[in-house]
């Protein structure tokens, strides 16, 4: 990742350059963060900017085969952010009309949801997508401008209630944190047995790292799981399920299995690029 730069011309701004991966994600929303912060921009303008930036960030590393993208952000007035993001495609991004209960696949409609306009400039090397938003009451649900050339009508694919349980979906979000996923792993499988005070703590967290890692499974519409990851997905749902043993040997048990499963998820994952392990 490089070290965020301001313009040097044109609109107030900064860039940065991410690795086009899906880990670059938090640190892409934790740039739009601190810059909006930078021009004392309000708790829903941060909100719309760091969502705004997953989606387009996304969008690169499931339809394109960038190496690195450039994150631009600029003002071009006061209480107006425009949000880009780079990829090496000159093709049109196209939008789709999004279901709200769907764990992926919002994309651009969620991007057109919540901006005032949207659109891409190409160039040589490729594009940038955009967005921009304004400070304004009414901006959540807008009547979004197309792509240029501008669409002929665009009605909002999300009403009030479905953006807003998008937007607490993207607030409730959490970065898989794989030093900690391996320390309980060790825990579990390690050669001591887990202590009673601690063991049903340790299988909660391991329910909770692999719904994150399944969710990261079935997460793309243009990664399809391989046949293995499909398994221990239906595998981890089922052990998630069941209920934890008041006895403490059986508890030790299901951690264990709990642990194996995770385990056997996240090597699976690291051997698709879908996440990266420990430096």
Not at 38 to 51: E, P, S
Not at 54 to 66: C, D, G, I, M, R
Not at 143 to 166: S, Y
């Amino acid at each position: 990742m490089t070290v965020a730069q301001p313009n040097a011309t044109g609109a107030p701004g900064y860039t940065s350059e991410l690795p086009c991966v899906r880990e670059s994600v938090r640190h892409a929303r934790a740039f739009v963060s601190n810059v909006l912060a930078a021009w004392d921009m309000d708790d829903d303008m941060a909100d719309c900017g760091k969502t705004i930036v997953t989606e387009l960030l996304a969008n690169a590393v499931e339809h394109t085969e960038t190496p690195v993208s450039k994150i631009i952000i600029e003002r071009p007035s006061n209480g107006v952010v425009r949000i880009g993001v780079s990829d090496s495609s000159r093709g049109a991004p196209h939008l789709e009309p999004a279901d709200p209960n769907a764990e992926s696949g919002r994309g651009l409609s969620l991007v057109a949801a919540l901006s005032s306009q949207w659109g891409y400039d190409t160039h040589p090397w490729g594009k940038v997508t955009w967005a921009v938003i304004e400070a304004s009451a009414d901006r959540a649900v807008s009547t979004a401008l197309g792509p240029k050339p501008l669409a002929e009508e665009w009605t909002p694919p999300l009403d009030t209630n479905g953006l807003r349980l998008v937007l607490e979906r993207f607030r409730a979000w959490r970065p898989l944190d794989i030093e900690e996923v391996f320390d309980d792993l060790d825990a579990a499988i390690g050669n001591h047995l887990p202590p009673a005070s601690t063991t049903v703590a340790l299988i909660d967290r391991l329910r909770g790292h692999l719904k994150q890692l399944s969710d990261i499974t079935v997460a793309g519409d243009g990664f399809p799981p391989t046949a293995e990851m499909t398994r221990l997905v239906q595998q981890a749902r089922l052990l998630r399920e069941e209920c934890t043993p008041a006895a403490h040997r059986q508890a030790v048990g299901l951690a264990r299995r709990l642990a194996f499963v995770t385990a056997d998820l996240i090597e699976e994952l690291l051997e698709a690029r879908w996440i990266k392990g420990t430096e």
